[in-house]
């Protein structure tokens, strides 16, 4: 699951007791919050909130996706706090602190929640940012909703994604080299695909070798190289398994809390974006890896991220098994 922990403080114009009464009632927010499309009470709970159950279903605008989760109210202190735990397409907590300054009542909301929809989860790797945007949006729109329903002014928001990257237990060494080796491994699925497509082998890798190798040496090494064929293949090597290893340290950061089988799911998606990022953004200024863009290529940069995936779960837990005290 990917996890989030979110901040929105809202400073609005009103009396605090006016803005905690609108806020801590659920079943108004879709007369004001124009992301709340629908809010149902299950369970009405206690008197004094407590232990009150909302079915919400919440949408975006910027990314138009909708969220259902239910929200089960655990505390309520007027006016200065509510919380809640929500499950669904969200998992976890959340709460709204008020305070007041004079005439300036300030609310903080803090969420503390993973996505469990597995579309959310694999396109975390690059659509986080998406993600607290969207949020931080809605939130905007509920500040400013809120403002007009008072007939007060917005006088500032504040935003903030506190959420703890991935790498929580991420372990740095094996991750790199889990990119060490799922490069090489990486380079065995392709030259085995090559073979089984019947493309002449040593003579493709050496065409790879001398468009990775020019990256550094410049473009002469693709026609009349200046260097020789060991100095090509060193320098080949050294950016390759470069590459491999910051990517591992950069799928590591999102893969580490997940359970395996989602892992390598996101390995094979990382590889997938890696292929477009690699043979048509960064050909972008190395024009000649156009050349290679391929099925097999394609399906070598699925391979690694697969590879990558496994390759560090199982040296974080080689490293965890040898660091652990007898």
Not at 68 to 80: G, N, V
Not at 81 to 88: Q, R, S, T
Not at 112 to 135: K, Q
Not at 260 to 284: D, K, P, T
Request: some cysteine; glycine content about 8%; overall charge positive.
């Amino acid at each position: 699951m990917a996890e989030y922990r979110l901040i929105t403080v809202w400073h609005i114009e009103a009396p605090l007791e006016k803005v905690y009464a609108a806020v801590s009632d659920p079943l108004r927010w879709t007369t004001w919050w124009p992301d709340a499309q629908r809010v149902v009470e299950q369970e009405p709970g206690a008197a004094d909130g407590v232990g009150r159950r909302l079915h919400c279903a919440w949408q975006g605008r910027w990314l138009p996706y909708r969220l259902r989760f239910d929200l089960l109210t655990t505390q309520m202190q007027a006016p200065t706090l509510v919380a809640g735990e929500v499950k669904g397409d969200l998992d976890g907590s959340g709460r709204c602190l008020f305070s007041q300054q004079g005439a300036i009542t300030s609310v903080r909301h803090e969420w503390y929640v993973r996505t469990t929809r597995r579309w959310m989860n694999l396109l975390a790797i690059i659509a986080r940012p998406m993600f607290t945007h969207n949020h931080a949006l809605a939130m905007q729109r509920g500040g400013e909703g809120l403002a007009a329903l008072l007939g007060a002014r917005l006088l500032g928001l504040e935003h903030g994604d506190l959420a703890v990257p991935a790498t929580r237990a991420h372990d740095a060494l094996a991750a790199l080299g889990a990119g060490l080796l799922a490069g090489v491994l990486a380079t065995v699925v392709q030259i085995i695909l090559w073979w089984l497509a019947a493309i002449p082998v040593m003579e493709t890798l050496w065409r790879d070798t001398r468009l990775t190798a020019a990256i550094v040496l410049g473009a002469d090494a693709l026609t009349a190289p200046s260097a020789t064929p060991w100095t090509l293949m060193l320098v080949a090597a050294l950016i390759h398994f470069m590459l491999s290893g910051l990517y591992g340290l950069v799928l590591a950061c999102f893969i580490d809390r997940l359970a395996i089988g989602r892992a390598l799911l996101a390995g094979g998606f990382f590889g997938a974006v890696l292929y477009i990022v690699n043979l048509y953004g960064f050909s972008l200024l190395f024009p000649w890896f156009a050349v290679t863009r391929d099925a097999i290529t394609a399906l070598t940069h699925v391979a690694f991220g697969i590879l990558l995936a496994g390759g560090y779960f199982k040296l974080r837990s080689y490293r965890s098994h040898w660091s652990s005290p007898p």
